[in-house]
């Protein structure tokens, strides 16, 4: 039974991250004022093995079906969470926000900015219906300290930043080949599609979009095996280094964006570093229990302090202060953040909302500028 504080959701795309959101939702008790809650009524999957766990999972479940349309004709279901494939991102999109229910999509948001831009045109066309593109590390306590002294102005003049998503898995040349590899499903971005966002997401929510890009864009692995054993090319860029130029209203600075598939020992190494005239921080998931601070007063010492974050995200929980937070929390604290946002809009409880359509269009004119610096070995101008 939908309880008067449910949004009812349902999932397209029963892989690897709609069993994440899955989770979230079933421990929604976790959060000490959890408001309004998500209840996932229904899951679409072309793959019925795929939607087989979350049949055995979910008791609320009353619609299974390979056909999204039979889950938007569904007047019941508010909310859909949809976690497929690049290429199927604009058309699914648009049929989702066009069915007027609420979507949580998944980066890069559109397989390339011509994608892109038709699913911002749909929203625009749809402004009742709340939209938002997931991305969960900045609600680790650290990334979220560093955003509340960003918001502060706590770094003074910004000197320079750094920010980045490494990951190691595809360092293994025998690791069969999937979508993540190929232009036809995850894009010519690569990489940059695949954690660019994800990087991007503190530096664009205060406006950090850079004017100029310079990038170095390297294929690792050329060939991966196919699930008969047969050699086969991988088609994506792995790795990403993007040298930007940012400027503000107030501010100058170099930010280096880098983006890896293929770091050896990464397995999922958030980052984010910003020196300042003031103070300089930095936070890496890699010791998600640390933030590193070094406040600086004129002629005093510069010594760094690493400080135990308590697990103290955007939304209070049941956890105590002292214990560690890890990523199925971060997709908690962003799933919170978004039904908050459903049911308050402007009004949320706290200030970080989940990453708009207007931050991912901002990340694909990044990313298709830096597809032309790397093609033409040239500085590409954004402005
Ligand atoms: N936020 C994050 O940290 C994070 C992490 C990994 C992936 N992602 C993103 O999530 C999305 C999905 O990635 P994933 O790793 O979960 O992939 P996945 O391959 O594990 O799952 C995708 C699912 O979509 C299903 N599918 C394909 N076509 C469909 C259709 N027409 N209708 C319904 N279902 C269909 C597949 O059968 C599969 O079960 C991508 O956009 C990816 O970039 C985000």
């Not at 959701?9 to 979230?24: N, Q, T």
């Not at 509340?148 to 040349?173: C, K, T, Y």
Request: charged share 20%; net charge negative; proline share 6%.
């Amino acid at each position: 039974m939908a309880g008067r504080e449910d949004i009812s959701f349902g999932v397209i795309g029963c892989g690897l991250m709609g069993r994440e959101f899955a989770s979230a939702a079933a421990r929604y008790l976790h959060l000490k004022n959890p408001g309004v809650r998500p209840r996932i009524v229904a899951v679409c999957d072309t793959s019925p093995e795929a939607m087989d766990w979350f049949v055995q999972n979910i008791p609320d479940i009353r619609l299974v079906t390979q056909d999204y349309h039979e889950l938007l004709a569904d007047p019941e279901i508010q909310a859909v969470y949809c976690a497929v494939p690049h290429n199927l991102h604009e058309q699914l999109y648009i049929d989702i926000i066009r069915s007027g229910k609420h979507l949580m999509g998944e980066k890069p948001f559109g397989i390339d900015q011509r994608a892109n831009r038709a699913i911002l045109d749909v929203i625009e066309q749809n402004p009742d219906v709340l939209v938002r593109c997931s991305s969960e590390l900045p609600f680790f306590p650290g990334a979220y300290q560093i955003s509340e002294w960003i918001r502060s102005g706590a770094f003074g003049q910004i000197i320079e930043v750094e920010a980045g998503f490494w990951h190691s898995s595809d360092l293994d040349p025998q690791k069969p080949i999937n979508w993540k590899r190929r232009v036809a499903t995850n894009g010519e971005y690569g990489c940059m599609g695949d954690l660019g966002l994800h990087a991007l997401h503190i530096p664009l929510r205060f406006g950090w979009m850079p004017r100029s890009v310079r990038a170095l864009l390297k294929k690792v692995v050329n060939e991966r095996p196919d699930r008969e054993g047969h050699m086969v090319p991988c088609e994506t860029w792995d790795n990403a280094i993007l040298a930007c130029d940012v400027q503000t209203q107030t501010q100058e600075f170099p930010m280096v964006l880098s983006m890896k598939r293929i770091a050896p020992g990464h397995a999922n190494t958030w980052f984010i570093r910003i020196m300042g005239t003031e103070m300089s921080a930095e936070f890496s998931t890699k010791n998600p229990k640390q933030v590193a601070y070094l406040p600086y007063q004129s002629g005093r010492e510069q010594a760094w302090r690493i400080l135990d974050t308590p697990y103290a995200s955007a939304y209070q929980t049941i956890t105590g202060s002292i214990f560690e937070f890890g990523f199925s929390d971060g997709i908690l604290q962003m799933w919170a953040a978004f039904c908050d946002e459903i049911a308050n809009g402007s009004k949320m409880s706290q200030p970080f909302y989940c990453v708009t359509p207007q931050e991912t269009k901002l990340s694909h004119d990044l990313f298709t500028a830096a597809l032309k610096s790397h093609r033409t070995n040239q500085t590409v101008s954004l402005v």
